[in-house]
């Protein structure tokens, strides 16, 4: 989602929802300790002492994920805007597989 111009209340509840989005975020990866490097090495750690914490964590976050998108995608459009905006592109380019290499590479270099 973009920033938007909060000219219009619609707008600054988008900002403010994005917002409180991504603040929720961010407390769940580190109540969930997906921030120390230590238990995501030991999760990616797969041929030695897995630890399989993260793993339920992720299952976790799919399922609510599934079953919020279920219900969500029922309505005619959004709370706070006319329309769904889903992605319509299903094919792997050489963008994506680029973005993906370089988020690892990036990952890698961060101590990961």
């Given at each position: 989602m973009t920033v938007q111009s909060t000219s219009t209340p619609n707008a600054l509840a988008q900002n403010l929802v994005a917002l409180v989005a991504g603040l929720?975020?961010?407390l769940g990866l580190g109540f969930s300790q997906m921030i120390d490097p230590q238990r995501v090495i030991g999760f990616l750690d797969v041929f030695g002492n897995w630890d399989?914490?993260?793993a339920f964590v992720m299952g976790?976050?799919?399922l609510?994920?599934?079953l919020s998108f279920r219900f969500i995608l029922?309505?005619?459009h959004p709370l706070l805007d006319g329309k769904f905006y889903l992605p319509t592109r299903n094919d792997?380019?050489?963008p994506l597989v680029l973005g993906a290499a370089l988020f690892?590479?990036?990952w890698g270099l961060g101590g990961y």
């Open positions: 929720l975020f961010g399989a914490t993260l976790g976050a799919v609510v994920t599934l029922r309505r005619s792997i380019d050489r690892g590479i990036g």
